[in-house]
């Protein structure tokens, strides 16, 4: 495998910044100024092959839903299918085919699963040409059953995790091998921005670091200097900053606030079945017990991404008096106590964002049309925080600066371990989780 490969591969993975950096210089080593590979150096040098641990107990990618496997291999076995006519139903779409064809070989509809209603007697049976017993007949039937119950928990789980990408690196898993490979500055900048974003929460009282730091920059000020030969289309999946999107025709942008939109939708419907399903404490979001926090915060963040690129992308387009007949809100996270505590024992007080989240109506229900909020309403709630709703992000794409390159830290749910091995055995046994 390539070195490009490789870095591409990393798109859709949590390698850290270090070892990313690493891949960029044994790749662009020959076409970097001194002071660009001094820079880069700062990661690249801490890399895990340059470090004396050369391990990290932090998972290097994201979660992985669990299909039907093992149900369908069963399901072949007594159902005596050809299982290579069968190859290929490790997704959603191949366990559903899979369903669609083998349900009618015992004259079970897909979706009908009462034990004591949905299944055949014996004279059903028998007027069906099924010339099988009830034992038989019934493992058949409660085996399609619990192959469609894992396929709907498929479909939720791979909806989480495609959410917790996007809510942290927006659609760089989404690009595609051509388009980041065309150029090598464009790949290199999205790969080490990719996993910069990618990068966890610190457990701290204070603001976490922003992803966009001084190797970001020196690599985008690469793609800035070979304007004419970077991608910037696909640069825009991941980083959607004006400076970006002035590159785009106005049909790329139409057709990424499209998808941005479309994720909006989607979003809304799962954070109002979520806001539902979970007892959450609006005026402070602390977390409280039975709440869904990874779920919620993972979800919200990818609301909060989609509406920051939405809004990127209706600036970049002219269009932001959108605002003034619709402005959703952002999506707070649900925040643990002893992290609020110590934020206020600090002198510190609720984030000004929160009190913002209590006046205006939920976002989503503005998005579904059953609620109203305008940018108005937004300013209006933003003076009485105290905060700027502009540089705020409420009503504007939201400013960054350039952060100071730091090296990635060993965390065990958010707190920092030196050793990488202590952290796995602190980890295995639940240390900072507060569940000891």
Not at 407 to 434: C, D, M, W
Request: hydrophobic share 35%.
């Amino acid at each position: 495998m390539t070195t490009i490969e490789k870095l591409y591969q990393t798109l859709d993975q949590r390698r850290r910044p270090e070892d990313v950096a690493e891949m960029i210089v044994e790749l662009m080593r020959s076409h970097l100024a001194i002071h660009e590979l001094a820079t880069l150096s700062k990661a690249a040098n801490r890399s895990l092959k340059n470090n004396i641990y050369g391990y990290t107990s932090m998972l290097e990618t994201f979660g992985k839903a669990i299909g039907a496997d093992k149900q369908i291999k069963k399901a072949i076995e007594i159902f005596k299918i050809d299982q290579e006519e069968n190859s290929g139903h490790y997704n959603a779409n191949g366990i559903e085919t899979f369903l669609n064809k083998v349900s009618p070989l015992i004259h079970k509809d897909v979706g009908q699963n009462d034990f004591k209603k949905d299944r055949l007697n014996k004279d059903l049976r028998k007027l069906a040409g099924l010339d099988i017993s009830k034992r038989n007949y019934n493992k058949k039937w409660r085996l399609l059953k619990r192959i469609e119950i894992r396929l709907q928990k498929f479909i939720q789980e791979s909806k989480k995790i495609e959410l917790q990408k996007i809510a942290k690196h927006g659609l760089s898993h989404t690009i595609s091998f051509e388009d980041f490979s065309q150029d090598l500055n464009t790949a290199c900048f999205i790969a080490y921005f990719n996993a910069r974003s990618n990068l966890r929460s610190v457990f701290t009282n204070q603001s976490q670091d922003r992803p966009f730091d001084e190797i970001c920059e020196m690599l985008f000020n690469r793609c800035k200097q070979n304007s004419d030969t970077t991608n910037w289309s696909a640069i825009s999946y991941s980083y959607s900053d004006k400076e970006v999107l002035q590159h785009l025709t106005d049909e790329q942008k139409g057709k990424l606030l499209g998808k941005w939109t479309l994720i909006l939708e989607e979003v809304s419907g799962f954070l109002e079945e979520l806001w539902n399903e979970n007892d959450i404490y609006r005026k402070t979001m602390a977390v409280k017990k039975g709440n869904d926090s990874t779920t919620w915060n993972n979800t919200a963040g990818a609301w909060n991404k989609a509406r920051d690129n939405w809004m990127n992308l209706i600036y970049a387009l002219g269009m932001e008096f959108i605002l003034d007949d619709i402005c959703f809100g952002k999506v707070m996270r649900l925040m643990a106590a002893d992290v609020i505590a110590w934020h206020l024992s600090t002198g510190g007080k609720i984030d000004p964002n929160t009190e913002v989240w209590n006046i205006v109506p939920l976002p989503w229900e503005v998005f579904q049309e059953k609620a109203f909020c305008n940018r108005e309403m937004i300013v209006n709630a933003c003076q009485q925080a105290g905060i700027d709703p502009e540089k705020s992000g409420w009503i504007a794409p939201r400013p960054h600066g350039v952060s100071l390159f730091r090296l990635t830290p060993e965390l065990v749910h958010g707190v920092t371990v030196s050793n990488p091995f202590l952290a796995k055995i602190l980890r295995q046994n639940k240390y900072f989780s507060g569940k000891l």
